[in-house]
């Protein structure tokens, strides 16, 4: 695994490492769920949750990874996150678990790619769905 290469600033990058398998058009991320992070001291104070919207921007960020590699991008490009098709949530994502989320590329429709998402603590399931990024700049890919 090596650190992601994103467009995003250090205070909104959601995964720690990635690994690209460029032939199977998938990725495997790790974050650590930090206790110090301040989202922690807000939601929920007492009850600390990761909020599950950023559960879809770790698989949002870690499926850019890939798409990112897969089009041959030099530099991070703003690929955006333009459509949650379906997420669940089936556990809380708590301070100081070590999440993997994995995505693969399942479609891919011009400007925009649709990825399976799964995301896990150990063996057990936290939130999953799919997604679409679209490509942001018009001189990307």
Partial sequence: MSSPQLPHGPG???IDEVEIDREGARARAKTFLDPSL????DHFPGRAVFPGV?????????AGCLWSELLGLAEPQPLLL?????FQFKQAALPGQTLTV???????????????????E??????????LL???NANAG
């Fill in 38 to 41: 301040p989202v922690f001291a």
């Fill in 82 to 86: 333009a459509q949650i098709l379906g």
């Fill in 122 to 131: 150990s063996d057990n399931p936290v939130a999953g769905g799919r997604i």
């Fill in 134 to 136: 679209a490509l942001g």
């Fill in 12 to 14: 909104f990058t959601w």
């Fill in 102 to 120: 994995e995505v693969k590329r399942e479609r891919v429709y011009g400007r925009l790619a649709e990825f399976s998402v799964s995301i896990r």
């Fill in 54 to 62: 950023l559960l879809v921007e770790c698989g949002a960020q870690t």
